[in-house]
């Protein structure tokens, strides 16, 4: 069973279960067995729930796809009932979730069974995940840089494999830049295409989304099915899928039109082995068929940028202040890091007109950034403009949120997409020279994710990569 869970996937497991070739109790006992062993080298685990599990897995867990399947949260905003939030904040260090979020009550009919949470850094503004209230979380391909973030460590843990498949959100990259800095796939869906409810409804205007990080592209595909679909009343409609997305990773794309690039629109210098990474994954495509031509995106990714952090700042700041009636006091200095507190500041600075005005021009960037590529099919970029930064690169002892948010350029393939709400995701096709993992990115057409799903799976197919296993390993 041991080697079973390593080389299995969540839906590999979960039909282990079903068949009656082991049992949920059986699987717990194997995630925490590998927690134990490795998690004092990763700290990508940072609360257990290792009872409870227990006691669930003995009980009984819904026949769903992912029944018995080991999992866990990430220590960011997504509430389990009973379970501590932090938020990596110490303003947060007593607030316990008195419910689940929506896509955790799917999750828990699905017939998952939290056995703990994941790293984060405080309130998830960062490329990386060295939080002052759990300490760093270490990348198990190579424990001096860093594993990404806001979701490091999920992707650590997964990477790692201490369980299959693990929750990751995204905002401004963070479940696309953990998995290209630790070999995993990671989809951020379309504006929508999930729900926030009941404690939210449109956190930074569609923008953020919450899904996983994964081995394969079909847990991602099955953990989309469990999770998407707006409630009534919810600000944005999708379309639904034509057929459940697990079900499009058996269907052939066919002939698709497939723009790429190299060139980061802040025209900033993309690293070699990113953009060879790119450049690789398109004469693979093109050899499976499909007509690729270079593409380069002309938008002005610097005032998207400005534009964008301003925006969220208002809400951040509407975050902390509505907390406040829970939390019995306002936010003070001392409870939140320097960067975070500078950008509660700039939120609180910022007028009704002024945010207003924010809002309307990002809707503009959104048309501007899709309609640079609305020509194709699929666009493929590089998921990080660089290889996995050294830890201390993305510093948030640093009150000067304009300097602080000056290096997030490195994720300009992913912040912009979160602006116009396009599904993209992440795949594992490319390992640096020193044997660092670098993703490559598929973007779709607004509302897309079959076509997407569909061309991860081709390459998945062509080029393996789900055996691939990081020095640190369970």
Not at 12 to 38: D, H, N, S
Request: hydrophobic share 40%; aromatic share 8%; net charge negative.
């Amino acid at each position: 069973m041991k080697d079973a869970y390593g080389s299995s996937d969540a839906l590999g497991l979960a039909a282990l279960v079903k068949a009656g070739e082991v049992t949920p109790l059986e699987l717990v006992e194997e995630a925490i067995r590998r927690i134990e062993e490795v998690n004092p080298t990763l700290n990508a685990v940072i609360y257990t729930a290792f009872d409870e599990a227990r006691r669930q897995a003995a009980a009984g867990v819904p026949d769903g796809p992912f029944q018995g399947v080991p999992y866990m949260i990430k220590e960011l905003a997504s509430w389990w009932e009973g379970v501590p939030q932090t938020n990596s904040c110490l303003y947060f260090k007593d607030f316990v979730a008195p419910f689940d979020s929506e896509i955790n009550a799917r999750l828990k009919r699905a017939g998952v069974i939290l056995v703990g949470k994941t790293n984060a850094p405080e309130f998830g503004w960062a490329l990386t995940t060295e939080p002052e209230m759990y300490g760093r979380t270490n990348n198990p391909w190579r424990e001096d840089v860093s594993p990404g973030g806001s979701s490091g460590g999920s992707a650590s843990a997964v990477a790692a494999r201490l369980l299959p498949i693990a929750e990751a959100s995204d905002a401004a990259g963070s479940i696309r830049g953990p998995a290209s800095q630790c070999g995993l796939v990671g989809l951020k869906p379309s504006r929508g295409r999930t729900t926030l409810a009941p404690s939210g409804a449109d956190f930074f205007y569609g923008a953020a989304h919450f899904l996983c990080v994964s081995r394969t592209v079909r847990d991602t595909a099955a953990f989309l099915d469990v999770t998407s679909g707006e409630l009534p009343g919810d600000p944005y409609n999708t379309p639904p899928p034509r057929r459940p997305w697990l079900e499009e990773t058996g269907v052939e794309p066919g002939r698709l039109r497939i723009g790429f690039t190299t060139t980061d629109p802040h025209g900033r210098q993309v690293h070699d082995e990113t953009a060879t990474a790119v450049r690789n994954t398109a004469r693979l495509l093109e050899s499976l068929g499909h007509d690729v031509e270079e593409h380069d995106m002309d938008i002005d990714a610097d005032s998207a940028w400005q534009t964008y952090t301003r925006v969220t700042a208002v809400q951040t700041a509407m975050v902390f202040d509505g907390a406040a009636p829970f939390i019995g006091h306002t936010v003070t200095a001392d409870e939140a890091g320097p960067t975070i507190y500078a950008v509660i500041e700039r939120g609180r600075s910022l007028s009704g007109v002024e945010h207003s005005t924010d809002v309307e021009q990002l809707r503009l960037f959104s048309r501007q950034i899709a309609g640079a590529i609305a020509g194709f099919d699929v666009f493929l970029t590089p998921t990080l403009t660089q290889p996995p930064r050294p830890f201390g690169f993305w510093d948030m002892s640093e009150p000067d949120i304009d300097v602080y948010n000056a290096k997030w350029t490195d994720g300009v393939f992913l912040y912009i997409f979160n602006i116009s709400g396009q599904p993209a995701m992440s795949l594992p096709m490319h390992w640096s020279a020193d044997g660092l993992p670098i993703g490559v990115q598929l973007v779709g057409r607004p509302t897309d994710e079959a076509t997407l799903i569909r061309v991860a799976a081709q390459l998945e197919a062509a080029q393996p990569w789900i055996d691939r296993r990081p020095p640190i390993c369970a």
